[in-house]
């Protein structure tokens, strides 16, 4: 073989270990998911395909964890990872799964609402493809993704998405954008299917209320706040004064931009009987002037430069060195989601929800996120 | 359909790129030919 | 955290001079070589996972280029674009004025399609080269006009990928951008030619016409344009019509009117052999997607070692008259260096200042993605610059060409700072 070949061979194989390196990782983000324990108060699983068959053996098919009380009442559905990189509504949900009782009513929880962005990062993002959080008995991995489906389940984007129904236009990466696609489409892209089902999980389940946690970066200004549908706004109210009264907790509230299509709070709302609003915390790896990009930022949220950037008043949230913790940020989403079940209860009154043994705020930040984390089986 | 013509075209500038690669006699050139291939060929096999 | 990430960026700089000067690297390796070497000191080793993820960021834009450029090399191939210009000069041969501004608008086209100075160069410099010569117009006033031209054509629409990629990093829509973009770069083009082109001679047509490739008999009238047609159809359409279609992708459309441009070639009684120009567009641009590549690999290894973060705070800690003045300066030469890189390194923390201002950022964006195709005409890279004088023959000193430019380069410098300053007041122009 001449010089030439074999340094052209030589440059090709170091192109074939970079993919099998690479690939190797991207394959495990593909398909290994973290396990989930189910609860004692769990006395259903099914899956979004169970409500709309076009997502069965697809990626985006997730499983929907169910908490029924032996009293009847109102039903409540608590999504995340509608944006994977916003995880916070994941720990939420995963700890009301392995904890929460239902005494009355039923609570439906979707952890992993975007199953497919859980399998990809954003080029560009650098995000760890895992976290891991600590307990007593050893550590628990979640997977960390990003705001969109991955593009090998979905591909290509228009020039410019168009909402349907509303016709509103988009940004062309916004079609794989979960939260831009509700209320769905049955014959749509598979991110509209998703939307179509879980509008499909709503209706079939007579889900009366409806609440969508999310994270923000600290220099966008929907931010640790309650975005409600002007139909669910009293709730948004009685939420925020408990919150801050019985809890300490700041919190915002804010009515849903009427023009502003896609979004859970807008179109669950218009779409459904059910009443929708969407929670934010503060989340510091989403923010571009963020510093080295790690698990560790995940997990504690301090990071210099947006330190810095607060003392420049470039900030819409309080922010200093003690970060954003993930405790922190868990307690905030778990006190408000079982503080708007209160409100609506009280407004309520024949459709109460009733949930028991769920941690709140202070109790999360106390112990921390570990300590409700149940060790999986095998 | 479409989605297969973005794979169908994806094997295509692969199979083009990796003919200049064979071409090209710049060794920096052909470095940075290993790099460029590496989105192609892991979307075409759908592992990213 | 401050004094480490700044180290890093110290070693990535070091490192990317010394591949670029000492190692004589493209640009592009130096990028990638830096990027290894930014994450090793970061404590990262070799983060094989995020090389090979950054690579992947602008795979999308890359196909719109290679699908576009396609696209205008079959209709270069079947000289529709040598059909397009011959109808122009006899038309408009006695009208400078008119002429100078239609052969501005052929050399903007190919640019403007597939968002690459170097199609405009390649596909229409040449050919408008040879005409603006014949008028009269010095060499290196033609070298000018072409290579100004073609920063001009990166900046106009469709396809802007300075924009795709800051609206990428800054989560905001690639929406509402047509208008805003056309009016100045059409503006700042037109002023540019008749600038630099205005003093000449007569046109003599006979000449002209014997000097321009012969066009084939009947790759005229409506088959010349037919391309163009389904292609501005399919465009229009998609976005007025969009569930009436499938999701077809910017790429798809140009694959399409490619179909169609061969459809026409073969109707005109022409062979063109689709392999070859796709091999040869491939190779043609394959400095392009080499860059794309290395910046999508560099930008990943900025953001995860923190670099990224450093800039940005840098940048939003500066005082703000500093930032309007050293925009005139930072991005021609940091895209000099960094290419397409510069949006996504400097051109993301601008937008997200600016935005912080209350400046409509569509606008600044805009002012900004004006100022950095010029600086593809500086060192170290010169890579339009160079291009431009190798296809148009320009055989004096680079710096008279570079003095040729000085006056246009002034006028769109100011007006990209002007639309930045006065974004809010611009807004007429978002149509």
Same mark, same amino acid.
């Given at each position: 073989m001449s010089n030439k070949w074999l340094r052209k061979t030589l440059i090709i194989l170091l192109s074939v270990i970079m993919m099998v390196i690479a690939g190797r990782e991207f394959l495990i983000w593909l398909n290994e998911k973290e396990p989930i324990v189910e609860g004692p108060g769990v006395t259903r699983v099914a899956k979004l395909s169970d409500y709309?068959?076009?997502?069965?053996?697809?990626?985006l098919d997730t499983n929907i964890y169910i908490l029924e009380g032996e009293e009847d009442g109102g039903a409540v559905m608590v999504t995340a990872?509608?944006?994977?990189?916003?995880?916070s509504g994941v720990m939420t949900n995963v700890i009301l799964i392995e904890n929460a009782h239902v005494e009355k009513g039923k609570v439906i929880l979707i952890p992993?609402?975007?199953?497919? @962005?859980?399998?990809a990062g954003h080029p560009g *993002? @650098?995000?760890?493809m895992r976290y891991h959080i600590k307990t007593d008995w050893g550590s628990r991995w979640f997977r960390f993704g990003d705001r969109y489906t991955n593009p090998i389940h979905q591909?290509?984007?228009?020039e410019v998405y168009v909402h349907y129904p509303s016709g509103q236009s988009l940004s062309?990466?916004?079609?794989?954008n979960l939260n831009r696609t509700?209320?769905?489409? @049955?014959?749509?892209t598979i991110t509209e299917k998703v939307g179509h089902a879980i509008m499909q999980v709503i209706e079939k389940e007579n889900v009366d209320l409806f609440i969508d946690l999310h994270e923000a970066e600290?220099?966008?200004?929907?931010?640790n706040t309650i975005v409600a549908n002007q139909k669910a706004m009293d709730i948004a109210v009685i939420a925020e004064m408990n919150l801050s009264a019985f809890e300490g907790i700041k919190i915002g509230k804010e009515i849903s931009p *009427?023009?502003?299509?896609?979004l859970t709070h807008r179109e669950v709302g218009d779409h459904s009987r059910a009443l929708s609003l969407l929670a934010e915390t503060c989340d510091?790896?989403?923010?571009?002037?963020?510093?080295r990009t790690d698990e560790a930022l995940i997990i504690t949220g301090k990071d210099e430069f947006i330190l810095k950037a607060a003392k420049l008043g470039l900030l819409y949230v309080p922010f200093d060195e003690?970060?954003?913790h993930i405790d922190v940020r868990t307690g905030r989403h778990t006190s408000t989601v079982l503080e708007i079940i209160s409100a609506f209860s009280e407004l309520y009154p024949d459709k109460e929800i009733i949930v028991s043994d769920a941690p709140r705020y202070a109790e999360i930040i106390e112990?921390?996120?570990?300590?409700?984390l149940l060790k999986p089986r095998g | 359909m479409v989605t297969l013509i973005y794979y169908l075209f994806c094997a295509f500038v692969a199979i083009l790129l990796l003919w200049n690669f064979v071409e090209e006699e710049n060794l920096y050139n052909e470095i940075l030919y290993a790099f460029v291939l590496m989105p192609f060929i892991l979307r075409i096999l759908r592992i990213y | 955290m401050f004094l480490q990430t700044s180290i890093i960026l110290g070693v990535i700089v070091v490192v990317y001079i010394l591949a670029l000067q +000492? +190692?004589?690297?493209s640009p592009e390796l130096s990028m990638i070589i830096s990027a290894f070497a930014g994450a090793l000191v970061a404590g990262f080793g070799i983060p094989i996972r995020h090389i090979v993820e950054g690579s992947f960021a602008y795979l999308d834009i890359i196909l719109t280029i290679v699908t576009a450029t396609i696209f205008m090399n079959i209709l270069e191939e079947s000289k529709a674009i040598s059909f397009i210009v011959k109808t122009v000069v006899t038309k408009f041969y006695k009208q400078r004025l008119v002429l100078l501004i239609l052969l501005m608008l052929v050399l903007l086209l190919p640019g403007a399609l597939t968002g690459a100075g170097s199609a405009s160069v390649l596909i229409s410099g040449g050919i408008v080269a040879m005409v603006l010569h014949s008028m009269g117009i010095p060499m290196v006033n033609v070298t000018a006009i072409v290579f100004l031209g073609a920063a001009l054509s990166v900046v106009?629409? %469709?396809?802007n990928i300075y924009a795709m990629i800051i609206c990428g990093g800054v989560n905001?829509?690639?929406?509402?951008f047509f208008m805003p973009i056309l009016i100045p770069t059409l503006i700042l083009a037109i002023f540019t030619v008749i600038y630099l082109g205005w003093k000449g001679e007569p046109l003599e047509l006979n000449a002209i016409i014997d000097k321009l490739p012969p066009v084939p008999?009947?790759?005229? $009238?409506f088959k010349v344009y037919l391309p163009f047609i389904v292609l501005a159809i399919l465009m229009v359409a998609t976005r007025l +019509?969009?569930?009436?279609? %499938?999701? +077809? $992708?910017i790429p798809l459309i140009f694959i399409i009117s490619s179909v169609v441009a061969l459809i026409t070639v073969w109707l005109s009684g022409q062979k063109v052999n689709i392999l070859l120009i796709s091999k040869r567009t491939v190779k043609q641009l394959f400095p392009l997607i080499g860059t794309l590549v290395a910046v999508g690999i560099f930008v990943q290894i900025l953001t995860l070692t923190g670099v990224r973060g450093l800039l940005v705070i840098t940048v939003l800690s500066l005082p703000i008259w500093l930032v309007y003045i050293g925009l005139a300066v930072v991005l021609p030469v940091g895209e000099a260096i960094l290419l397409y890189g510069i949006a996504a390194v400097l051109g993301v923390p601008l937008i997200f200042l600016f935005n912080s201002l209350g400046l409509n950022p569509i606008l600044a964006t805009v002012g900004i993605i004006l100022i950095?195709? #010029? $600086?593809?005409? #500086?060192? %170290?890279?010169r890579i339009i610059g160079r291009l431009t004088v190798e296809t148009v023959g320009y055989k004096d000193s680079y710096n008279n060409f570079l003095k040729a430019c000085s006056v246009p380069w002034i006028v769109i410098t100011i007006a990209g700072i002007c639309l930045v300053i006065f974004a809010n007041s611009f807004k007429f122009l978002l149509i």
């Open positions: 709309f068959a076009d997502l069965k053996g697809t990626a990872g509608v944006h994977t990189n916003e995880l992993f609402a975007n199953n497919s @962005a859980f399998t *993002e @650098a995000y760890p591909w290509p984007d228009p062309g990466f916004d079609i794989r509700f209320p769905g489409k @049955a014959d749509g600290p220099m966008y200004p929907v931010i *009427e023009n502003l299509h896609g510091p790896i989403q923010d571009p002037l963020r510093g003690t970060g954003s112990k921390g996120v570990g300590y409700f | - | +000492l +190692l004589k690297m106009a629409p %469709p396809v905001m829509p690639y929406i509402g008999a009947q790759m005229t $009238g +019509l969009p569930h009436a279609f %499938p999701i +077809l $992708g950095c195709p #010029l $600086g593809d005409a #500086l060192p %170290p890279t």
